[in-house]
């Protein structure tokens, strides 16, 4: 037996010792190959070819930073963590958010910028918008595997071919304000931005993995600049073509730009050349939800715009996964930026939609299982968990259009746990008993639904003991295949890998990465992005498609929440990580980000982590595991009554360990979601929780006598919440001065059309608009920052062409795999 330790979390080794034993393992393992049968699959490699890249002129006067200025800004950041980040320099008016952290007084200080003059504010929010914030280069730098800075980019994007079909007379079906039918001829396809409802009424048509038929129901789509551009191609015509027709939509996503910089500049711009085509006889003012491009040039705000096509071995590698049918169990892994999302996503879209008239009568009934492990960018969920998800229709969106499945049509959580971390490796024990969990889910769901394939989609975390749990998943869940998406290996990965699939008798699949050159949106930005998205976002229930408000969380009606006494809501608060002073306790927990936990079992913490050894005694470092019976070997439990410790403000501290906290036992608990804790009202010993989670899903638990946790992780602290209300004021004061722009003032000769506007209104008005954005100005932790030198308008302008780029590295001491 073999038992966790608890400083572990705390002292990480270092990457190359890790690297070098899992090469010394590897050599181990080939030696002891000559047993391994010899009719076993093979592993399949496919040649990959060189990276696509931008062509890129020398820079010119634009250049902001030189490369040794970047590695300064990055060493600067990397400080020790009792250090404030350095106030960063702002374009003409900007907010200053700083925090305390999670077990220290010490302020964390991260700069979101914001708009400038009323009457240049359209133009400086896109400016401010590329704005790059001090706190997300800090938070992946000295990450193993990668890391993201912000990169100048020539003043001239690269100009990228988007659709091959051109909009004319003979293939414009009918088109409105609102509406667009169009003829796409085979083998062409056609690019739009934004975000629009597809119905194919002829033909056949593909996208984003999906083989659209001709049906009744309208496919929502998001296709965000933020993100390659999806493309509707048809694959197959009626008298050689296919016709579809594009709607307009109002979800409410694109509000979402009123709350938070990172949400503008990204859907459609003004109408482009074929949006003219298509609107001629409309209004003059006619604007649909989407817009039509034929190349990236054509985008009016010149965002770095690039279409995404699959490499061909990709779509091959899709068609033969999908061929197994109901008895798919894919394991999908690579390095970090490798694709390992997006062929997931497309794979996923593909299984979704077979073909009506299959030879061998199949029709998916049971839907598909998704099983993502990856904490750090999950697909159906907010960061810092993983679950099990069951799938009946495909999606068509970036992560942040769907952050939650609750009351979805399209596919439901079938369990969740709350890593509470960006990464598995904080804690790996951890991780792989939740693993364990969510697999023995899917082994009961398959005694309702035989034939529901799997998705396995894994984290970048493949080195170490990340790879030591990738082994062990590709010898202990009886998979049918796995995919590893990268061809320059290392070979520290790619052999002991291969030889769990030979042990397992599973084929292993080498696929080239498609690694993307810039992004307008860092990692960390676009995790901000989802989980403001998953507060925002509902689901009516006379609608099939979701929905986002704009209303600031600090307007929205909190649920209050008994912490002690009679009607005490909660068991406990769990703080993950490194043990707290109870008295820092109020201080951790206002105003973060935490699991909702739902407890089964009064006894739901486990001492010591124990778990068996492998029926073989293999060693296989920390984390031992029987693929036989993978839930052998069940730790100890202790009751949580017995482990809370009342603080001096009576909250119910639940800890349970040795230096670290020791988590809840995955196979009694399950998370429902996550909460914005408010504030923390001592005298009346009550919480305020902000929360998505129906209410339905929290009376079920409470019915089924299950005790509510709330457990803290180490998540990024909720900036964009603090200042939502900020934003949201700006913008109603915006909205208000456009809106009476054209008004006539008394005396004035203005246009027949103006009206009149009465001008003591109008002043009292605007001074309660104002008088609101300086109440929001005035909120702990942030604060508005005043400067309009022209060194801070010359830098604004310059950064609105930068870009962030992802630096991945293949293996721990390697130049970066995309050899930028």
């Known amino acids: 037996m073999m038992k966790r330790k608890a400083e572990k979390q ?38 990959e070819p060189p990276s696509k890249k931008s062509r890129q002129s020398l820079e010119g006067p634009g250049t902001t930073e030189t490369n040794e200025e970047r590695r300064g800004t990055r060493t600067k950041t990397a400080k020790k963590e009792d250090e404030p980040l350095p106030a960063k320099k702002t374009p003409e008016r900007s907010v200053r958010v700083t925090r305390p952290q999670k077990s220290e007084a010490k302020p964390e200080v991260e700069d979101i910028p914001k708009q400038a003059k009323d009457e240049q504010a359209e133009k400086d929010q896109a400016q401010d918008a590329k704005e790059m914030d001090e706190d997300d280069i800090a938070s992946v730098v000295g990450d193993a ?225 998704f099983l993502d492990l990856d904490p750090g960018q999950p697909e ?106 990268s061809e320059k290996g290392p070979s520290e990965v790619v052999d002991p890998l291969s030889l769990a699939a030979r042990e397992a008798q599973v084929p292993l699949t080498i696929l080239p990465s498609q690694p993307t050159d810039f992004v307008s949106r860092s990692s960390a930005q676009l995790r901000a992005m989802q989980i403001q998205s998953y507060f925002h976002m509902f689901h009516p229930n006379d609608l099939s498609t979701s929905l986002w408000s704009d209303v600031p969380l600090s307007r929205t009606r909190p649920i209050t929440v008994d912490y002690a006494g009679a009607r005490q809501g909660i068991l406990g608060v769990m703080v993950m990580g490194s043990q707290i002073n109870p008295d820092l306790l109020h201080e951790t927990l206002e105003g973060s980000i935490v699991g909702v936990v739902g407890v089964e079992s009064p006894n739901a913490i486990m001492s010591g982590m124990e778990i068996s050894q492998t029926s073989n005694g293999e060693d296989h470092g920390d984390i031992d595991m029987d693929p036989e019976n993978p839930g052998a070997g069940n730790p100890a439990e202790l009751s949580i009554a017995d482990s809370i410790i009342r603080t001096s403000e009576d909250l119910p501290y639940l800890f349970v360990g040795s230096g670290s906290c020791t988590p809840l036992d995955p196979k009694a608990s399950n998370c429902l979601g996550l909460a914005l804790v408010r504030s923390i009202d001592t005298s009346s010993r009550k919480l305020e929780l902000s929360t998505p989670i129906p209410s ?45 722009s054209g008004s006539k003032k008394p005396g004035d000769s203005g246009s027949e059309q103006s009206h009149d506007l009465d001008p003591a209104e109008h002043s009292r008005t605007l001074a309660l608009l104002r008088e609101r954005v300086r109440r929001a100005s005035n909120v702990p932790w942030m604060t508005v920052v005043e400067d309009n030198s022209r060194h801070q308008r010359e830098a604004a302008a310059r950064r609105e062409k930068s870009l962030w780029k992802l630096r991945k590295k293949a293996y721990p001491g390697s130049e970066s795999e995309a050899d930028y």
């Not at 000559?34 to 093979?42: L, T």
């Not at 493949?462 to 049918?480: N, P």
């Not at 180490?714 to 939502?724: F, G, R, V, Y």
Request: proline share 6%; glycine share 6%; net charge neutral.
């Open 10 to 47: 705390q002292q990480a080794g270092p990457v190359s010792a890790v690297a070098a034993l899992a090469a010394r393992r590897a050599r181990q393992q080939q030696a002891q190959s000559v047993d391994v049968p010899k009719d076993v699959p093979q592993t399949i490699i496919e040649s």
């Open 145 to 369: 595997d990668g890391y993201e800075s912000p990169a100048e980019t020539p003043s001239e994007i690269q100009n990228f071919p988007l659709s091959k079909a051109r909009l004319n007379k003979s293939n414009i079906v009918y088109s409105d304000e609102s509406t667009l039918c169009i003829r796409i001829k085979e083998r062409t396809n056609l690019a739009l931005l934004g975000h629009y409802d597809l119905w194919v009424k002829r033909g056949v048509v593909s996208l984003m993995g999906a083989k659209l038929h001709p049906s009744s129901k309208l496919h929502r789509v998001y296709a965000p600049s933020t993100h390659s551009l999806p493309v509707i191609k048809c694959v197959a015509g009626i008298d050689g073509d296919a016709e579809v027709e594009i709607k307009s939509c109002t979800s409410g996503i694109s509000r979402l730009r009123d709350l938070s910089p990172l949400y503008q500049r990204i859907w459609a711009g003004d109408n482009t050349a074929a949006d003219k085509v298509t609107l001629k006889g409309a209004a003059k003012d006619s604007k649909r939800t989407f817009s039509v491009l034929y190349t990236s040039a054509d985008d009016s705000l010149n965002r770095h715009i690039r279409p995404l096509h699959l490499d061909k071995k990709w779509s091959a590698s899709m068609k033969a996964l999908s061929q197994r049918e109901g008895q798919l169990r894919v394991l999908i892994c690579g390095p970090k930026a490798s694709g390992k999302s997006t062929f997931s996503r497309y794979l996923l879209n593909h299984v979704l939609s077979p073909t009506p008239e299959s030879g061998n009568g199949y029709t998916n009934t049971d839907g598909v299982a």
């Open 380 to 485: 159906f969920a907010p960061m810092g968990q993983i679950y099990l998800a069951r799938l009946r229709s495909p999606f068509f969106g970036p992560p942040f259009t769907h952050p939650s499945l609750n009351e979805s049509h399209d596919g439901e959580i079938v369990r969740a746990h709350h890593i509470g971390a960006a990464s598995p490796k904080e804690d790996p024990d951890h991780y792989a008993l939740a693993v364990m969990d969510l697999m023995d889910q899917y082994r009961s769901l398959l005694e309702e639904h035989p034939q529901c394939p799997l998705i396995i989609n894994y984290p970048g975390w493949i080195f170490g003991q990340g790879l030591e749990v990738a082994t062990w998943l590709v010898r202990s869940l009886g998979l049918s295949d796995v995919v590893y998406m």
């Open 696 to 740: 339905l899903h929290l009376e079920r638990a409470i019915e089924q006598g299950h005790g509510i946790v709330l457990v803290r992780g180490q998540l990024d602290n909720p900036n964009w919440a603090i200042s939502e209300e900020y934003y949201a004021a700006r913008a109603a004061e915006r909205r208000y001065q456009q809106s009476t």
